[in-house]
């Protein structure tokens, strides 16, 4: 057998892509983790429609499960502008569009002297094995660095991956980064994942700056509320401090089966 390469995506040219086992998801191997996915609407943004402006949201809907085989990203200007524009990017698979990533890019200015916030560094973390709480391809792809003191539905994570996005493709570091975060709804799980499910439907990152490096720190916190809802809710890092939030809704509901 052909090893699966390192790196979650192949491309196939024109917008399409073959996912690879490291995409396998923790809900279920036959469905992708959309954590890649998002880094690579990113990358499909920045490669096929560059510009000079700044990433300041990306906000990414999720209309339904993404089965590991081959799919398609089409990119488009939604709102264009020279200060201030709004790109997208649409993931088809099988003609049905399964998610849709829009990216708020606004212009580079000096703020320099009024940069500053409330939020304090992330320090260093021991090691946690993340599949012993998540199986998939995805989850076993990651070095996890979790807080010792991490209670559940509350905890404080480094996560880096070892593997490309695309193989053979430079990634931005952005992309890079990107393709963590939708990690932070597993890294302090409020309920065990075989009795409770608690996908998201959305994933939302708001930045403040740039990354400048792709090891993701995560200040997660998860909440359920007495209905069906549920939200996580993380404070970004990178090596050098803060630089965002990143939001992510959960429908929350006992697993079926489950004793």
Do not use: K
């Not at 057998?1 to 995409?23: E, I, K, N, S």
């Not at 920045?46 to 085989?69: A, N």
């Not at 409770?196 to 708001?206: G, L």
């Amino acid at each position: 057998m052909t090893p699966d390469p390192d790196a979650y995506f192949v491309g196939l040219g024109q917008g399409r892509y073959r996912p690879t086992v490291h995409t396998s998801g923790a809900w279920s191997e036959a469905e992708q983790h959309i954590s890649p996915m998002v880094g690579l609407c990113v990358h499909e943004i920045e490669t096929r429609l560059p510009s000079q402006l700044l990433v300041s949201r990306i906000g990414v809907d999720i209309f339904g499960t993404v089965p590991v085989s081959d799919f398609e990203i089409a990119v488009s200007v939604v709102r264009p502008g020279r200060t201030v524009e709004l790109a997208e990017a649409a993931v088809t698979h099988s003609g049905r569009v399964v998610v849709v990533a829009r990216v708020w890019r606004l212009a580079a200015g000096d703020s320099a002297a009024v940069a500053g916030g409330w939020d304090a560094p992330v320090g260093e973390l021991p090691p946690w094995d993340m599949t012993s709480v998540w199986p998939g391809g995805y989850i076993a792809s990651l070095d996890v660095r979790r807080s010792p003191d991490a209670v559940p539905g509350r905890a404080t994570a480094w996560v880096t991956s070892p593997l490309a996005l695309v193989l053979d493709q430079e990634s931005s570091t952005l992309a890079r980064f990107a393709m963590l975060v939708d990690t932070a709804n597993g890294i302090c799980v409020r309920q065990d994942p075989r009795r409770w499910m608690f996908p998201n439907v959305d994933v939302t990152i708001h930045l403040h700056r740039q990354p400048v490096a792709d090891r993701v720190g995560l200040e997660t916190a998860v909440t359920f509320g007495a209905s069906g809802q549920g939200l996580t809710h993380s404070v970004l890092h990178d090596d050098t401090g803060p630089l965002g939030r990143a939001s992510q809704v959960l429908t929350v509901r006992p697993l079926p089966g489950a004793d």
